[in-house]
């Protein structure tokens, strides 16, 4: 059993459970090529062929690495249907792990324009 969680475009983050190969999870909540990126403990799959689909694709999630307000080349932005997990010494999908869920309880919403997308400030505020 892995327990993991969800996002669509415009949509809350899902949490759930699945049963099976790990690999058809993935297949099946992404959709397409599968990319990953990682915030420490939390693992972010995601669709690495987003830029190529037909459709408009609006950012899912937003990961800030630089406190400029304007997205910037140091910034991460995903489009599509992205899974959350963790993943172990050797490097396989496990379940969400307290600290990775501990990182997406810091995931905030906001809009682009009009549309909903998810931020994670990846950096520290210095307080002066």
Known sequence: MLNYATLKPG?????KEGEGSTYDLLKKEIQGTLALTSIE??????DDG????????????????TPNPSI??????ICG??????????????S???EATKILSKFKLALLGTNPVWVYHNYEVKQS
């Open 11 to 15: 949509e809350l983050i899902n949490f």
């Open 41 to 46: 403990e939390l693992d972010v799959w995601y």
């Open 50 to 65: 987003f830029l190529l689909k037909e459709e408009l694709s609006m950012p899912s999630l937003i990961i800030k690495n």
């Open 72 to 77: 910037t080349d140091w910034d991460v932005v």
């Open 81 to 94: 249907n992205i899974m959350f997990a963790s993943s172990n010494e050797d490097g396989d999908t496990i």
């Open 96 to 98: 969400l792990t307290e």
